[in-house]
């Protein structure tokens, strides 16, 4: 019997084939011959019998004996036809012990026996490797629809064909509920995503193909309107499930988010009424702005028949046309201006001698203070009844 002076090796959990090792009798003219394996921290398997026959144990065990011509011996032998599979976790070195029996065929002296050792080397289970993510940052525009987060990440695992989980989560810059990463169920994987933690986890066993397309179809997803525009990094994780070096590396990608201007809104009453040539406070106008961020914005108010004014300018800047005119342009924060037109502090005065409805016109401007897509601006009315 030859046995190959190399150990074969391979990883903890890891089917290792065994190759070299070949039978040899020189009177056995045919005769069938008792081949007996054993291991003692695995198990020993004949992909196929090729011929052979299980006289003793069972294929795929710690031990078993099978029977055959010398030809059918080696052929059973050859070509990677023999695998060992090490036991849940084993890492070191076991020996494949060997026993031919010739079983006498041939000439006197009885059944002769050759034994031999092959060492197998079982190396620490290696962990799966994350690859090939994207080095450029994913730009997300306010607005658009959520977008997988990568198309190029690779998955390999030298001594595991599955996966059991993955986790994907914000690990840079984590903005809370605008930030949503979004996945669809798929391949008996299923995802949860904690938004308090900006955590996605994946669980399910399935193939490393199955995940690769899993975590290429994660997106990501901001729903405000006033985005933070602070730079977010998306992590990856893969987990095969095993005792030991389970997890992979951890792939990340950045996330350039730019925010879109949104313009200002304007909440005005449908009217007000008073008498003729007296003051009327115009109450119930209310600017806002999603995105304004504490920024100056301007306001323009403008009526055909009579005066309108602040009874307090406290905080706001008039930059066209005069207080107490027909017209007047003013700048300031939204809490400026709401402060202004609040607790009766905006006047009309009608002309002398007109009874009629007047209109008041605004215009708000937000000067583009935040976001691309420029300056923008809202404009309503309120009707004036005398």
């Given at each position: 019997m030859t046995i190959p002076a190399n150990s074969p090796s391979g990883n903890q959990n890891a089917t290792i084939a065994i190759n070299g090792i070949s039978t040899a009798d020189v009177d056995a003219n045919g005769g069938k011959e008792d081949l007996k394996l054993t291991v003692l921290n695995g198990t020993i398997r004949f992909k196929s019998l090729n011929g052979i026959t299980v006289d003793g144990g069972a294929n795929g065990s710690a031990s078993v004996t099978v029977g055959g011509t010398i030809a059918q011996l080696n052929a059973a032998l050859a070509g990677?036809?023999?695998?060992?599979?090490?036991?849940?976790?084993f890492s070191g070195t076991d020996a494949l012990s060997l026993l031919l029996n010739d079983?006498?065929?041939?000439?006197?002296?009885?059944?002769?026996?050759?034994?031999?050792?092959?060492?197998?080397?079982?190396?620490?289970?290696?962990?799966?490797?994350?690859?090939?993510?994207?080095?450029?940052?994913?730009?997300?525009?306010?607005?658009?629809?959520?977008?997988?987060?990568?198309?190029?990440?690779?998955?390999?695992?030298?001594?595991?064909?599955?996966?059991?989980?993955?986790?994907?989560?914000i690990s840079q810059n984590f903005a809370g509920a605008q930030d949503v990463l979004g996945f669809s169920n798929q391949n008996g994987i299923s995802g949860s995503y904690?938004?308090?933690?900006?955590?996605?986890?994946?669980?399910?066993?399935?193939?490393?193909?199955?995940y690769q397309s899993a975590l290429r179809s994660v997106t990501y997803l901001d729903n405000s309107q006033n985005p933070s525009t602070a730079s977010r990094t998306i992590s990856f994780q893969v987990n095969d499930g095993a005792a030991q070096n389970h997890l992979s590396n951890i792939g990340a990608?950045?996330?350039?988010?730019?925010?879109?201007?949104?313009?200002?809104?304007?909440?005005?009453p449908a009217s007000v009424s008073g008498l003729p040539s007296t003051d009327i406070a115009v109450n119930g106008i209310v600017c806002s702005d999603v995105d304004a961020n504490g920024g100056v914005e301007t306001l323009t108010l403008t009526v055909s028949h009579g005066t309108i004014?602040?009874?307090?300018?406290?905080?706001?800047?008039?930059t066209g046309g005069a207080n107490n005119s027909a017209t007047i342009t003013v700048n300031g924060t939204l809490a400026q201006l709401d402060a202004a037109l609040s607790n009766s502090n905006l006047i009309y005065h009608g002309a002398t001698g007109f009874s009629a409805t007047d209109t008041l016109s605004l215009n708000l401007n937000?000067?583009?203070?935040?976001?691309?897509?420029?300056?923008?601006?809202?404009?309503?009315?309120?009707?004036?009844?005398?």
């Open positions: 990677g036809n023999l695998v060992y599979q090490p036991n849940n976790n079983n006498g065929h041939t000439g006197i002296g009885g059944p002769k026996t050759a034994s031999g050792t092959l060492l197998i080397k079982v190396g620490p289970h290696v962990a799966p490797v994350l690859a090939n993510i994207e080095t450029s940052a994913l730009s997300f525009t306010e607005g658009n629809k959520a977008t997988p987060i990568t198309g190029a990440l690779t998955i390999t695992d030298s001594d595991s064909t599955t996966l059991v989980g993955a986790t994907i989560w904690n938004a308090s933690t900006g955590i996605l986890t994946l669980s399910g066993t399935a193939s490393l193909a199955q990608r950045n996330v350039t988010v730019i925010a879109v201007n949104n313009p200002p809104v304007l909440t005005v004014r602040f009874v307090n300018l406290a905080g706001l800047t008039v937000d000067n583009g203070n935040t976001g691309i897509g420029g300056a923008k601006s809202t404009t309503a009315s309120v009707a004036i009844k005398l």
